[in-house]
Structures are given as C-alpha cells and as structure tokens.
C-alpha cells in the first residue's frame, strides 16, 4: 500500500474515526484497475476526519463542500504513487443506510478502513445490493429512481461508465433515467460538463452518446442538437440526417483513434494516414485536463451543429448548408460556455469545427495538394491543424457510411497524407524567417513600423517555406519585387 493511503488510514484509525472506504475504489479493484482515487465516509465529525488525514500525510486539504462536510485531501507532491486524491464525507446513517443512497449498485459496496489492503478481500465486503454481480454482469443499474432526482449528473454518469467500463445499462435504470433526464438541464454544469468529458475520454465514446440520446438526456444538456434530427442531406453525399451523421463521426472517430493494425488488412481504416507519435500527439493535454483526442471526439458530434440554421436550396434543387462551419464554431462556442469549459478548450473545439471542411477543399479532383496550399494550411489552422485533418476524415467515413467508394476514400487519405506529412516533422515554414526580420527589412528598404513590415514578412516565410528564396540577398530582391508592385497598383488606382 503505498505512503498516502496507509498514512491516510492510519491516522483515521489511530484518531479513532469509524470508517468505510466506499464506491468507484472497490469498483475498480473489483474490475483489475488502480483507483484514481479514494472515497472515505466516517461515523463522526468529517471536518476532523480531514484535517486528520492532511496532517498526517501533508496533503492539501480542499473544502468540497462545507454544508454537507465534503472535503478532499490531495496527494502531497513528493508522493508519485497511489490515489490522486482522498475524499472524506459524512456517513449517511449506518454503512448499510449510506450504500443504498448511492448512484449505482456498482458503487455501493464498502470495506471498513482497518480491513483496506491493496489485494481487496472479498470477505470483508460488504455488498447489500449486489454490486459484485452487476460487475460481473456488466450491468448498470441504480437502487431506485430516488437516486436520480437526488442528484440528476448521475443520469450523465451511467453513460459515462457504459463508455468507460463497456457496460449496458439495464431496462429499468434505463427507464428511470429517461424520466429524469429533464432534472439534468439545472444540475451543476461544471459537473454535468465532467462528465460529458469522461464520456468523450473514453475509447468507446460513441456508445456513450447513443446512451445519452436514447434517454433523453444529450437533448437536456445540448438541446440546439435538436434541430439537427430529421434535416436531410443530399444522398449522393451522406447516407444519414445531420443529427445520425454526427453521432457516427464520434463511432468513426473512435475507431481511427485506435490502433489501426488491428483492422483487416483491406479495412477502409488501414488507409488512414498515422505518424511514429500519433498516440502521444493526441494524449497532450489541451485545458481542463483533457486531451486532444477527448476534444476531437466532442468536435465530432457537434461539428455540424450550424447545419440545420444554413440550409438553403437553390433554384436548380441543390442542397447548400453555406457558412454553417462558422455558424456551428459560434453555437459551440456558447455551448460549452454555458458548460463552463475552459477559454483554451472552448477555442481549440471551435476553431475545429469552424474550418473542418477545409482539408477536404485543400485540393481539387484529390490530386496532390500545391506545397503552397499547404503552407497555407498550416499557417492558417495553427495548433489544430492536425486534429482538424482527422476531423475531416471521420465526417467523410461518416457521410458516406455503408456507400462508402474504396477509390475515392483512399484519395482523402492520401490528400490527408500529404497535410500530415508535415505534422510530426520539423518543417521549415514552422519557424520564423531566419533571412530577414522586420528590422532589417525596415532599414533595406527605408520603411517605417507598421502592418506593411508584417505583410512582407509573411510573404518571405511563404516563400522560405516553398524553398523559392534561399539566401538573404534572394531574399532582398524578392521583397523589392513585391513593394515595387505594390506601389505600382497603389498609383493605377488613383
């Protein structure tokens, strides 16, 4: 058992503090995991019980609730191993009361605190409402509806844990939740954002979100994604309504975010461009502890979100949605605002889907895209060039679905090889131009400060990054070509 948790328990003993260790803990061993963290209810005053612990072990002590006598200790820096973090809560009557008030049966075991050990010992479990077997069953199931209406996240957290855990929820709990879901729109956005983040964290996120929409509960949280069901697309082009192709891109999303040498050797996923680092490029974290790869998988589903409010149909029958990158970019944007995420998270989804048809429209015919259109690309879509590219190719697996034409996709995938290929490099065009900076082109050419110094300076790393100019005089004369020019429009249109 590592230092924080012995210390932790020792000084709960030792302080005389009756005491469970309950819940995801107990799951998790159960299940073969290491806990993120631990779950404590005492019999007596939990404030004591905190500061008992903090004292003991160095932890910060974090008041989660001082009401109803929630408090957190974090682990102390200079412990790498063990719990993130130890929750201490009063007990809700006697250890058997408290459990059947908890969320689900999965979570409501418990071991007192003297019994706790690293190999759990099923005999000192207690389980009054079977959570061992829902476990092995893989079943989630609440102890009553009362939970739910007790505190409605919990109906974003069964979802969670069919993502997370690969479980099925049964048909009653199933029932319960859609009866609750409408509690769900005044929960805790920070918690019901939370979860919706563990959702999408998980490997089997799509199966997460079909829960949430079968039960009523995404439309409580998201109800803009609403106006998406039922809107038809032109069927040479997507096999689903708006609301169907978003929820596939999340399946599709999940399974190219996966090892692809998994799949059949003639899977359309094989076709699928991947670098040397892919795992780790989509493990970096973005904001609120959450990856690249999560937020990719949340783009997914709303990355057609301003489609229903742009459709338009022109004199000769066709289907346009134009703008609705834009318009979807604003919507989100105020969506996971209201959820109360991060600027950098809000930015980076937004910024996804804002121009998530562009690596699509790179080039024409999919023949190989210009070294300049690249550039462009790069230049232009910045920190999310490379998560926007697989963005891109979930929504074109997810619009063609079953009618899916090997040539024409493994020409996206090459189009999408070609962006790639300067993702996970040291590409020139990355840096700033080594040949001139605005000071010395201010003194070549006897300019003052100002945006003409900037515009001169993009033009030259674009032409540094095509390999047109290789040395400062090149670089020089180029320049002179592009103010003489300038000058030369400036006087026509006088």
């Excluded at 799509?206 to 009523?216: I, K, M, S």
């Excluded at 970096?284 to 790869?293: K, L, M, T, Y």
């Excluded at 690596?359 to 300049?372: F, K, L, N, T, Y």
Aim: aromatic content about 6%; proline content about 5%.
């Amino acid at each position: 058992m590592c230092t924080f948790v012995s210390g932790s328990l020792n000084a709960l003993t030792e302080g005389g503090f009756n005491g469970y260790v309950v819940g995801g803990a107990i799951r998790d061993k159960l299940l073969g995991r290491a806990p993120d963290d631990l779950d404590v209810v005492v019999s007596s005053d939990s404030a004591s019980a905190a500061k008992a612990v903090s004292g003991a072990t160095g932890g910060r002590l974090v008041v989660l609730d001082a009401i109803r006598g929630h408090y957190r200790i974090n682990r102390p820096r200079e412990s790498d191993q063990g719990p993130g973090w130890i929750d201490v809560a009063p007990m809700l009557g006697d250890i058997h009361q408290d459990l059947v008030q908890r969320d689900f049966t999965i979570n409501a075991m418990a071991v007192s605190l003297p019994n706790w050990s690293d190999e759990l010992d099923r005999a000192h479990l207690i389980d009054p409402l079977g959570g061992q077997e829902d476990l092995r069953r893989a079943v989630v199931q609440t102890p009553s509806i009362a939970v739910l209406e007790a505190d409605p996240v919990r109906c974003v957290r069964a979802a969670r844990f069919v993502a997370q855990f690969g479980m099925s929820i049964d048909e009653r709990t199933r029932g319960q939740i859609r009866e609750s879901a409408h509690l769900v729109a005044g929960a805790s956005p920070e918690r019901v954002r939370d979860e919706i983040y563990g959702v999408f964290a998980s490997q089997h996120a799509y199966a997460g979100v079909r829960v949430l929409d079968e039960t009523g509960v995404l439309s409580a949280i998201v109800p803009e994604l609403d106006e998406a069901r039922g809107v038809a697309q032109p069927p040479n082009h997507h096999y689903w309504d708006v609301f169907e192709h978003s929820m596939h891109a999340v399946h599709e999303i999940d399974q190219i975010l996966v090892d692809v040498s998994n799949w059949p050797v003639n899977h359309a996923l094989r076709d699928i461009p991947h670098a040397p680092d892919f795992p780790e490029y989509f493990d970096e974290e973005v904001g609120d502890g959450q990856s690249r790869a999560t937020l990719l998988k949340m783009a997914c589903l709303f990355h057609d979100i301003g489609k229903p409010d742009t459709k338009t149909t022109t004199e000769q029958g066709k289907t346009q949605f134009l703008g609705h990158g834009e318009l979807g970019a604003q919507l989100v944007s105020e969506i996971l605002t209201r959820l109360r995420c991060s600027n950098n998270v809000i930015r980076h989804v937004s910024r996804m889907i804002h121009s998530h048809l562009r690596p699509g429209q790179i080039s024409q015919e999919r023949a190989e895209p210009s070294r300049r259109a690249v550039f462009r690309y790069w230049r232009d879509m910045g920190s999310v060039a490379v998560d926007t590219v697989y963005l891109s190719l979930a929504d074109y697996l997810a619009a063609r679905g079953p009618r899916i034409i090997t040539s024409d996709w493994q020409g996206f995938c090459g189009v999408a090889g070609v962006i790639l290929n300067r993702a996970f490099e040291e590409p020139r065009d990355s840096k700033a131009s080594l040949l001139l900076n605005g000071n010395q082109i201010q003194r070549h050419f006897g300019l003052k400060p100002g945006p003409k110094i900037g515009n001169l300076l993009k033009i030259l790393n674009e032409a540094e990054a095509l390999g047109r100019v290789e040395t400062q005089e090149e670089a020089v004369k180029m320049l002179r070509g592009e103010i003489a020019r300038d000058t030369s429009e400036r006087g026509s249109r006088r």
